[in-house]
């Protein structure tokens, strides 16, 4: 029996399984249920063309991340970007981030957008939802033209239902001067918000930092291995091979919902109920290869209705790399929740027709096509999810289980969070009271064997 088993071999995974052997922790054992290891942050190599699961692009923000990357990937690998991204709305690409960056817009809505601004409700009372939210902080000619379409179209979802909580951090706030001086004159992307900079491997995708972390852990990672039944009162894992696994404590980045479907509870407890409850959207990525240079940005907004995209992006002006010299490697991204696999095709087949059209691309340019469903994407901020959620972790905590990590979280997170959450976990099982302490400064060899 491993003391702790660890579920899902992507970046929170691969980050507890490194903190622990940082600790001289081996009583474990990682299960991965694909062949390779590094979750959404693989990447897909084919015909010459590297595509990640969309843009997956680094932000180093954290003193520790910083030190992390260092050691474990090194900056030399990396190149330091600053963002080149845009909207396109109006027929017209205006610098990201929107609300600074009016410049080039119809005058009408360059005028809505400000007089919404200095006419938007103020009040002292903390706003519930999304649209009370920008309505409070941006005003309804922002919220017209950028912000509503936009997330309607990120989240797939009635943006009623939707709380501020994930905002702060990934929608840069402004001031009237900053949205004046940005309609009068030339851009002013450079260092605003989250994203302005960011860090990229130099080769082989964004796979290539994951894959550095997985060369640093000691102990065999056993790949191919899907868990199919969790018993959290008896503490096994069993697996679709059907290997059976006993633990003590239970580390799992799965998808909370997949873990709650496939839990043995007691009857006493009722987790399952709330797998209905939990929602998130699916995002279909579709990749092209390209035998031309089609754009020299990072990545394009599109906020309008009529496109069934939210973005797409260019992973050849990440890295230079990712496709053959004077061709370009790209993604385009559209959501949904749970539409009709007659409905997916329809959005993918004006999506790609749409791209064509809109990077003038002949169908003899097109090198080579892969289309990605990424089934959990970006989870729901819903009320439902604010009152609820705690709970669950508690529940799971009381019976050792510790659902970390984006999807095992139930969040909005990045890469860097990735690696801080592998870390808080272990620190907070190695701070468990001495007589359950599985801190061991020993190294004995792991005695895991790959089934
Ligand atoms: C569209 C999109 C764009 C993104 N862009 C960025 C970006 O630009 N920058 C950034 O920092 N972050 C970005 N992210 C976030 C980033 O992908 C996540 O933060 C990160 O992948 C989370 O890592 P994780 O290990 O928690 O989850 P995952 O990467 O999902 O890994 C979970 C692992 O568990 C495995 N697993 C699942 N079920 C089982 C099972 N039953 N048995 C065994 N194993 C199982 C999976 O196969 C997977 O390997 C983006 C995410 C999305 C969806």
Same mark, same amino acid.
């Given at each position: 029996m491993a003391k702790i088993v660890i579920i899902g071999a992507g970046p929170t995974?691969?980050?507890? &399984?490194? /903190?622990?052997?940082?600790?001289?922790?081996?009583?474990?054992?990682?299960f991965e249920k694909e062949s390779e290891t590094g979750g959404l942050c693989r990447s897909i190599y084919q015909d010459g063309f590297t595509f990640d699961y969309t843009g997956h692009l680094l932000h180093v923000g954290d003193p520790y991340f910083r030190q992390f990357i260092n050691d474990v990937v090194g900056f030399e690998n990396l190149e330091i970007i600053t963002r080149r991204s845009f909207i396109y709305?109006?027929?017209?690409?205006? /610098?990201?981030?929107?609300?600074v960056n009016l410049h080039g817009l119809p005058p009408h809505v360059i005028a809505e957008c400000i007089e919404g601004y200095v006419t938007r409700p103020v009040s002292r009372k903390k706003p519930k939802s999304f649209p009370q939210w920008v309505m409070q902080s941006f005003g309804e000619g922002f919220a017209k033209h950028?912000?509503?379409?936009?997330?309607?179209?990120?989240?797939?979802?009635?943006?009623?239902?939707?709380?501020?909580?994930?905002?702060?951090?990934?929608?840069?706030?402004?001031s009237l001067q900053q949205i004046i001086a940005g309609a009068l004159q030339k851009p002013n992307d450079e260092l605003i918000g989250y994203n302005a900079q960011f860090y990229y491997p130099k080769v082989d995708g964004t796979a290539f930092w994951v894959n550095k972390l997985a060369e640093t852990i000691k102990a065999p990672i /056993?790949?191919?291995?899907?868990?199919?039944?969790?018993?959290?009162?008896?503490?096994?894992?069993?697996?679709?091979?059907?290997?059976?696994?006993?633990?003590?404590?239970?580390?799992?980045?799965?998808?909370l919902d997949r873990l709650l479907d496939i839990i043995v509870e007691p009857s006493s407890s009722s987790l399952k109920k709330a797998i209905p409850k939990l929602l998130c959207n699916k995002v279909v990525n579709f990749n092209l290869g390209v035998s031309r240079n089609v754009s020299d940005k990072h990545?394009?907004?599109?906020?309008? &209705?009529?496109?069934?995209?939210?973005?797409?992006?260019?992973?050849?002006?990440?890295?230079?790399s990712n496709a053959p010299a004077g061709y370009s490697s790209l993604y385009g991204e559209f959501s949904h929740i749970n539409?009709?696999?007659?409905?997916?095709?329809?959005?993918?087949?004006?999506?790609?027709?749409?791209?064509?059209?809109?990077?003038?691309?002949?169908?003899?340019?097109?090198?080579?096509?892969?289309?990605v469903h990424i089934d959990h994407a970006y989870v729901i901020y819903d009320f439902w999810r604010e009152k609820h959620l705690a709970k669950i972790h508690q529940q799971l905590h009381a019976f050792g289980v510790h659902s970390i990590g984006r999807y095992g979280e139930w969040k909005y997170s990045s890469m860097q969070e990735a690696i801080l959450d592998g870390k808080k976990a272990i620190e907070q099982l190695i701070m468990l009271p001495a007589h359950q302490s599985y801190y061991m400064p020993a190294a004995a060899p792991s005695s895991s064997k790959i089934i």
């Open positions: 995974g691969l980050s507890a &399984a490194y /903190h622990l052997e940082k600790k001289g922790f081996v009583d474990y054992k990682l709305s109006h027929g017209v690409f205006t /610098h990201y981030p929107f609300q950028f912000f509503m379409p936009y997330q309607r179209k990120i989240f797939a979802h009635d943006l009623k239902n939707i709380t501020t909580s994930w905002t702060g951090r990934f929608v840069p706030t402004t /056993h790949t191919n291995c899907s868990v199919t039944k969790v018993d959290i009162t008896n503490k096994v894992v069993t697996f679709a091979n059907g290997h059976v696994e006993p633990y003590d404590q239970l580390i799992t980045t799965m998808p990545w394009i907004y599109y906020p309008e &209705a009529q496109y069934p995209f939210y973005r797409m992006g260019f992973y050849h002006n990440f890295a230079a539409a009709s696999k007659k409905k997916v095709a329809e959005m993918l087949a004006t999506s790609l027709a749409a791209t064509k059209k809109i990077l003038g691309i002949e169908d003899r340019e097109i090198v080579t096509e892969k289309v």
